[in-house]
């Protein structure tokens, strides 16, 4: 193993990583972002007001994107065993 091959294995790491936690943190951000601008308007500075509206949609966003994230991690973990005895010798 050489490090042209870990270079890629952490590459391809850090694309799975990224794509498994961009769905939570883009619905995280526009709920959060539509929540403050909705605070900003009204100037309520309720701490539950955007807690609450976050909380809901990142568990959406995990049961309507769990399926692909999962098919995701497990596609990534398959070949990574398919590529262990190249790996090794």
Do not use: C, Y
């Not at 490090?3 to 694309?15: E, G, K, N, P, Y």
């Not at 794509?19 to 309720?46: D, K, R, W, Y």
Request: hydrophobic fraction near 65%; glycine fraction near 4%; charged fraction near 10%.
């Amino acid at each position: 193993m050489n490090a042209d091959t870990i270079l890629d294995l952490t590459r391809q790491a850090m694309v799975v990583i990224l794509l498994l936690s961009m769905p939570i943190l883009l619905t995280a951000l526009v709920v959060g972002l539509l929540i403050g601008m909705f605070q900003a308007a009204t100037q309520i500075n309720e701490m539950t007001l955007s807690f609450i509206p976050k909380l809901f949609a990142v568990v959406l966003a995990i049961l309507l994107a769990g399926p692909w994230m999962l098919h995701l991690l497990i596609d990534f973990t398959i070949n990574l065993f398919h590529r262990i005895p190249s790996l090794i010798g």
